[in-house]
């Protein structure tokens, strides 16, 4: 028996996807269209069975997109007529959406609302929300929102210390992103150390990044908060800084609030701080003697082991500290160094593995006497969105 579930992940100008055989976690086929709404002509990749088939076309939105990617489906396989579901990332669910929710007419529109809570992002989920379900109209589609995971928050952990009637008119609070992720390898952390009951903290280090907090399978803290712009250094993205920077730049440039948001967001990070955004060319620059790149590297480092020993006091102590994701799987350096900042709460590494610079598997870094055991486990958020798709429709 096979139960293919379609996972599609849209963003502004590109779609990603996999179809997923939830019965055997066998991926049938992914791929990708990228440059949708853009000047230049786009193009879309579809690969299975070890082969690969491309269209390099103009994409003049989602639904064009989409439609191709169903053409190659039709034309090369796997069938996706015989698709049990399509899951849908969103990331922002607002306060309304706390789980993996079946898409009508009427979550559409709530997805909407949200916008102005993920202006970047939600806009182009809803495309492709439209889009699937004009080209699929039988097949039962879900939404599965990056803020579920973090929507049971204490207030504490959510709240911000303004005005309480703005906060609740304006739907200010933390809501958290990367919750598939953080949920996927947390679970799979308990499998690997046989501990269902187990405290904590989830690294996600990609071109975005955000570190959790998780007790007993619940998340307690999360450094993106109310926007996926807040926490730790990213590729791209500032992380925290003093939000009086705002008033003082747009005041002394003549920005606009607008304008400034997009500098944080695509122009800062370690970009704005090196001119690039792959960790292999900071490091080489730092490796060269570039003064400003080993800055950058160290202030990487800095934020994610500062918001780690606060979630380890917070949760009453970490069994575990796991990472994830591109830089998180990929660059022992940073995790290495990260932990030789935090050998003061008794971590240690195995020397044997711990410069083992690409992870493809589950793999415990730390050694048997260490405090804290140190993992690294590569994220599945795909194969997360079809389990919970595949959970909710049976």
């Known amino acids: 028996m096979s139960r293919p579930i379609l996972v599609l992940n849209c963003g502004s100008s590109s779609i990603k996807y996999q179809m997923i055989d939830v019965d055997s976690d066998a991926v049938l086929a992914k791929g990708m269209a990228e440059r949708i709404a853009e000047s230049e002509p786009g193009n879309v990749v579809h690969k299975v069975d070890g082969e690969e088939f491309r269209l390099d076309l103009d994409l003049a939105d989602h639904t064009v997109a989409l439609k191709n990617i169903v053409d190659l489906f039709r034309a090369n396989g796997p069938d996706i007529d015989q698709a049990v579901a399509v899951a849908h990332r969103v990331v922002h669910g607002g306060r309304k959406f706390r789980a993996t929710t079946l898409i009508d007419d009427s979550v559409v529109a709530a997805i909407e609302e949200t916008i102005p809570l993920a202006p970047l992002h939600n806009p182009a989920a809803l495309q492709g929300i439209r889009a699937a379900r004009a080209l699929l109209p039988s097949v039962p589609q879900t939404a599965i929102f990056d803020t579920s995971f973090f929507s049971d928050l204490p207030p504490e952990a959510y709240s911000y210390a303004l005005p309480t009637e703005l906060a609740e008119k304006l739907n200010i609070r933390k809501y958290g992103f990367h919750g598939t992720s953080h949920e996927y390898v947390s679970g799979l952390v308990s499998e690997i150390l046989g501990k269902p009951k187990l405290r904590q903290i989830v690294c996600h280090l990609g071109n975005g990044a955000s570190v959790s907090a998780i007790v007993d399978g619940v998340g307690v803290e999360i450094s993106m908060a109310f926007t996926p712009m807040s926490g730790l250094v990213m590729g791209t993205r500032c992380g925290d800084i003093d939000p009086g920077i705002h008033a003082y730049v747009c005041q002394e440039t003549g920005m606009s609030i607008a304008e400034f948001s997009d500098l944080c967001f695509k122009r800062s990070g370690v970009l704005g701080m090196t001119g690039k955004t792959d960790m292999r060319d900071v490091w080489a620059e730092a490796e060269a003697g570039d003064a400003q790149a ?101």
């Open 294 to 394: 080993k800055i950058a590297l160290d202030l990487y480092m800095h934020r994610l082991a500062m918001y780690i020993a606060g979630y380890h006091a917070i949760i009453g102590g970490a069994e575990a500290i796991t990472f994830t994701a591109g830089v998180g799987e990929n660059d022992e350096r940073i995790r290495n160094g990260v932990c030789d900042r935090l050998a003061c709460f008794g971590i240690k590494l195995n020397d044997e593995i711990k410069d083992i610079r690409h992870i493809r598997e589950n793999t415990i870094l730390s050694t048997p006497d260490s405090a804290i055991a140190v993992l690294v486990v590569p994220t599945n958020e795909e194969l997360s969105m079809a389990r919970q798709t595949a959970a909710l429709i049976s």
